[in-house]
T-cell receptor
Framework: GENVEQHPSTLSVQEGDSAVIKCTYS??????FPWYKQELGKRPQLIID?????GEKKDQRIAVTLNKTAKHFSLHITETQPEDSAVYFC????????????FGKGTTLSVSS | GAGVSQSPSNKVTEKGKDVELRCDPI?????LYWYRQSLGQGLEFLIY????????KSGLPSDRFSAERTGGSVSTLTIQRTQQEDSAVYLC????????????FGPGTRLLVL
C-alpha cells in the first residue's frame, strides 16, 4: 500500500521568509496529491492540490511541485505571515472513486514576526 | 451550504464502555471517510464508504471498531470496549464521486477514554 513520508516535522521561519515542506510517496500509481492546513483545534482544510498531469501549480503565495520520477512533491509558501502558522499535511491517493487519502505525519510551521 | 458535521464534539467515557460517533456528510457526496488523529500525530485512515459498494475497512485497528453508513448518507463509527489508547480526535470527511477527490473534513469528535 501507499506510504507517505513528510519532512521536516517542525519548521520555524521569520515573517517574510519562504517555507518548503517535502513529501515522498511509495506507490507510483498515485496521481492525486493534496495539501491540508490544520490550525490548532480546527479541522484540516484543503489549501492546494496537484494531479499527476502537471508538474507545478500556484495559488497566490502557495505553490506545489511534483516530481513523478522521484516520487516526491513539495509545498512552497512565500512571504510567510504569522497566520500561516499551522500544521500542514501532505497526502497521496489514486485518482479513483472513493480512494482514501494516505497522509504524511504533518509539519508544524511557526512563523515569527 | 452546510459542511460536514459530526457529533458529539467531545466524548468522555470510561474504559470498557462502547461509544458511537456520528458523521453527517455534505449533501450529495457519495464518498465518506473516517480518520483518527492522535495527539501530535498525523491522520490515520480508518474506513471509507463509496456509494453502495462494500466499504474499505482496511484501516480499522481492531475488531472493536466498526462503522455503518445508512441510506448512503449519515455514518456511525462504533468503538466497543473502549481502551485508553482509543483516545483521539475522530475526523470524518466526505467527497463527491471519484471524479472529484477533494475531501472536506468535519470538525471532529474528541474522544477521551478514562
Amino acid at each position: 500500500g501507499e506510504n507517505v513520508e513528510q519532512h521536516p516535522s517542525t519548521l520555524s521561519v521569520q515573517e517574510g521568509d519562504s517555507a518548503v515542506i517535502k513529501c515522498t510517496y511509495s506507490d507510483s500509481a498515485s496521481n492525486y496529491f493534496p495539501w491540508y492546513k490544520q490550525e490548532l483545534g480546527k479541522r484540516p482544510q484543503l489549501i492546494i492540490d496537484i494531479r499527476s498531469n502537471v508538474g507545478e501549480k500556484k495559488d497566490q503565495r502557495i505553490a506545489v511541485t511534483l516530481n513523478k520520477t522521484a516520487k516526491h512533491f513539495s509545498l512552497h509558501i512565500t512571504e510567510t505571515q504569522p497566520e500561516d502558522s499551522a500544521v500542514y499535511f501532505c497526502a497521496a491517493a489514486l485518482n479513483q472513486a472513493g480512494t482514501a487519502l494516505i497522509f504524511g505525519k504533518g509539519t508544524t510551521l511557526s512563523v515569527s514576526s | 451550504g452546510a459542511g460536514v458535521s459530526q457529533s458529539p464534539s467531545n466524548k468522555v467515557t470510561e474504559k470498557g464502555k462502547d461509544v458511537e460517533l456520528r458523521c453527517d456528510p455534505i449533501s450529495g457526496h457519495t464518498a465518506l471517510y473516517w480518520y483518527r488523529q492522535s495527539l501530535g500525530q498525523g491522520l490515520e485512515f480508518l474506513i471509507y464508504f463509496q456509494g453502495n459498494s462494500a466499504p474499505d475497512k482496511s484501516g480499522l485497528p481492531s475488531d472493536r471498531f466498526s462503522a455503518e453508513r445508512t441510506g448512503g448518507s449519515v455514518s456511525t463509527l462504533t468503538i466497543q470496549r473502549t481502551q485508553q489508547e482509543d483516545s483521539a480526535v475522530y475526523l470524518c470527511a466526505s467527497s463527491l464521486d471519484g471524479l472529484k477527490e477533494t475531501q472536506y473534513f468535519g470538525p471532529g469528535t474528541r474522544l477521551l477514554v478514562l
